[in-house]
T-cell receptor
Framework: NAGVTQTPKFRVLKTGQSMTLLCAQD?????MYWYRQDPGMGLRLIHY???????AKGEVPDGYNVSRLKKQNFLLGLESAAPSQTSVYFC????????????FGPGTRLTVT | QQQVKQSPQSLIVQKGGISIINCAYE??????FPWYQQFPGKGPALLIAIRPDVSEKKEGRFTISFNKSAKQFSLHIMDSQPGDSATYFCAALGRDNFNKFYFGSGTKLNVKP
């Protein structure tokens, strides 16, 4: 099992450009999450999905969109990148019931100049 | 408002010493408290977790102490090793309408040889 994979690993964008981050999991998990990690702020939830075809907003959704067309994939889109979106982005997945462990991907480091 | 408060922000411990990281929460509805370990360039990985019906859980050199009345929990790393140098996040699980994890801000541990 590959677990949770993310592409790309690194990306540099100019302000105003758009991009999509891809997350894939092969554990048949229902729940998937997108977080951003900034120094001293822990992990903040951007969007999440409780199943195929569903998405919902987390704590910091502005400037991002998501889609979950297939159960194993969760896409995070930046429509018009801003320097404030410079961060490390993590995707995670988990089962609906216990155990409640979240499995994280390796992260995508995004820099917006 | 941060739901889970973590301290200290950074910690330096000598090899063989005890590392202690503390977390406090407000929401009494939280019912699962994991600790995640993150090495540079990697995603967080579950280290150990506890439910509020027990006061302590031990796995090898890692122990969670849980004080339900004080709404506090802590991670103790006994006989700390340089390989334990990483960032540690506490978290709490709230149910709302899905399994939402609230993360602390993280503690960067450096174990000196």
């Amino acid at each position: 099992n590959a677990g949770v994979t993310q592409t790309p690993k690194f990306r540099v964008l100019k302000t105003g450009q758009s991009m999509t981050l891809l997350c894939a999991q092969d554990m048949n998990h229902e729940y998937m999450y997108w977080y951003r990690q900034d120094p001293g702020m822990g992990l903040r939830l951007i969007h999440y999905s409780v199943g195929e075809g569903t998405t919902a907003k987390g704590e910091v959704p502005d400037g991002y969109n998501v889609s979950r067309l297939k159960k194993q994939n969760f896409l995070l889109g930046l429509e018009s990148a801003a320097p404030s979106q410079t961060s490390v982005y993590f995707c995670a997945s988990s089962l609906t019931g216990g155990p409640y462990e979240q499995y994280f991907g390796p992260g995508t480091r995004l820099t917006v100049t | 408002q941060q739901q889970v408060k973590q301290s200290p922000q950074s910690l330096i411990v000598q090899k063989g010493g005890i590392s202690i990281i503390n977390c406090a929460y407000e929401n009494t509805a939280f019912d699962y408290f994991p600790w995640y370990q993150q090495f540079p360039g990697k995603g967080p990985a579950l280290l150990i977790a506890i439910r509020p019906d027990v006061s302590e859980k031990k796995e090898g050199r890692f122990t969670i102490s849980f004080n339900k009345s004080a709404k506090q929990f802590s991670l103790h790393i006994m006989d700390s090793q340089p390989g334990d140098s990483a960032t540690y996040f506490c978290a709490a699980l709230g149910r709302d309408n899905f399994n939402k994890f609230y993360f602390g801000s993280g503690t960067k541990l450096n174990v000196k040889p």
